[in-house]
C-alpha cells in the first residue's frame, strides 16, 4: 500500500486547516491536532491523523460541536461533574484537566467524571501534561462494545485503557494500556494498509479467529491477558459508568461512526504526590533502565520510554500516514469554507 512521509510542521499546517475549514476555532484546533499529532509521533497512528477525517465528517453531521468547552459544576470540593455537550474529547478534557489539577492543589486529590464528550484520542498525551504539573494522573475511559469476553465470541465491552502519569525526571513516567490485545484503530490501521493482522488479534463477524484486517474490523477484539485483562476491562467499563452516568457495554457509540453522539465516559484523577518522593522515583526508574539487559544489545526500558523515542525519531525523520488519509486530509483542507 502507498504511504506518505510528512514532515511535521507540514502535517500539522494543513490538519489544523481541514479543522479550520470545518469551523473549529484555532485554539480548539490547536488542541486536536497537539493531540493527534502525539498520537502520531509516538507510533500509534490508528489513534493519529487517521481519526482525523471522521473528526470532521461528525462535526458537518453535527454530532461533534467544534465550540464548545462543555459545562461543568463541583459535586462536593473535589468531584468536577463535566457534561461534554459534544465537545472535541481534548478540548471538554483540557478544560477538565485544568480545573481539578488547580483544586487538588488544595484537596490532595480531584477527580472530573466526563460525559457527553467525543473521543478523547491517546490518554498518555493528558498523563503527559498533568506529570509535567508535577502531579500524579490516572484516566480511565471507555468505547464501542469491540472487545470479547474470555471465552465469548461475541464483543461486550470497550477496549477500555488505562494511563498513568508520575512526575519524575528527566522525563515523567507514563503508562498507557488498552485492557484489549490491541486497540481497534490499529487494526484499521492494518486494514487501511491492506496488510494482514497477527494470529489471535481478532475474531471475525462470525466469531471465528481471523488474520484479515477487513474482517476483524466487523468482529471482536481479544482481551490481552487472558482471564485477568479481562476482568480489568469490565472493571474499568463498570468503574466509570458509575462515576459519569454514561453509556456501557453494546449500548456505547460515537467514537468510531460519524453520525451517532459520543455517549461513553471518561474519569480523570488528578493526585499531589507526597512530598520528596521524585528523586527516588527517578532513581529507581533509572536504576532499570541501567540493568543489564536478559538480551544484549536490546535495553530494558521503563513504561513511556518506547513512545518517547519515537516522537523524537519521528519528529526528526516524518511522519509516515497512508496516502490514502493523507489525500483526505489535503482535501479537506482546501475544501471551501
Excluded at 512526575?167 to 492494518?190: N, Q, R, W
Amino acid at each position: 500500500m502507498s504511504v506518505a512521509v510528512i514532515d511535521v510542521a507540514t502535517a500539522e499546517k494543513i490538519s489544523k486547516q481541514a479543522l479550520l475549514r470545518a469551523g473549529v476555532p484555532v485554539h480548539q484546533a490547536d488542541l486536536q491536532i497537539q493531540l493527534l499529532l502525539y498520537a502520531e509521533l509516538s507510533g500509534h497512528a490508528s489513534h493519529g491523523l487517521l481519526r482525523l477525517p471522521r473528526l470532521i465528517r461528525r462535526i458537518g453531521n453535527g454530532v461533534a460541536d467544534p465550540v464548545t468547552a462543555g459545562a461543568s459544576n463541583w459535586r462536593g470540593d473535589a468531584y468536577l461533574d463535566v457534561d461534554g455537550e459534544n465537545g472535541l474529547g481534548p478540548v471538554v478534557a483540557m478544560g477538565a484537566i485544568d480545573a481539578i489539577c488547580e483544586r487538588a492543589r488544595r484537596t490532595g486529590v480531584a477527580l472530573a467524571g466526563i460525559r457527553n464528550c467525543n473521543h478523547l484520542g491517546m490518554l498518555a498525551w493528558y498523563a503527559d501534561h498533568i506529570a509535567r504539573r508535577g502531579q500524579v494522573a490516572m484516566l480511565f475511559t471507555t468505547a464501542e462494545a469491540l472487545v470479547h469476553p474470555w471465552g465469548g465470541r461475541r464483543p461486550m465491552m470497550g477496549t477500555n485503557p488505562i494511563a498513568i502519569g508520575v512526575p519524575a525526571e528527566p522525563h515523567p513516567m507514563i503508562m498507557d494500556m488498552a485492557t484489549s490485545l490491541v486497540s481497534m484503530g490499529k487494526i484499521h490501521d492494518f486494514a487501511n494498509r491492506a496488510q494482514p493482522i497477527p494470529p489471535g488479534w481478532a475474531l471475525d463477524e462470525d466469531g471465528e479467529p481471523t488474520t484479515d484486517a477487513q474482517r476483524a474490523t466487523r468482529g471482536a477484539v481479544a482481551p490481552f491477558g487472558g482471564p485477568k485483562g479481562y476482568a480489568l476491562g469490565v472493571a474499568f467499563e463498570v468503574l466509570v459508568t458509575a462515576l459519569t452516568a454514561s453509556a456501557i457495554g453494546a449500548s456505547v457509540v460515537g467514537t468510531l461512526d460519524a453520525d451517532q453522539p459520543c455517549n461513553k465516559g471518561d474519569v480523570v484523577i488528578v493526585i499531589e504526590p507526597a512530598k520528596g518522593v521524585g528523586p527516588m522515583i527517578s532513581r529507581y526508574l533509572q536504576d532499570i533502565r541501567d540493568m543489564e539487559p536478559a538480551e544484549p544489545g536490546v535495553p530494558v526500558l521503563t513504561p513511556g520510554d518506547r513512545a518517547r523515542a519515537a516522537r523524537e525519531r519521528n519528529a526528526r525523520e516524518g511522519l509516515t500516514i497512508a496516502q490514502r488519509i493523507w489525500q483526505e486530509i489535503v482535501d479537506l483542507a482546501q475544501r471551501p469554507a
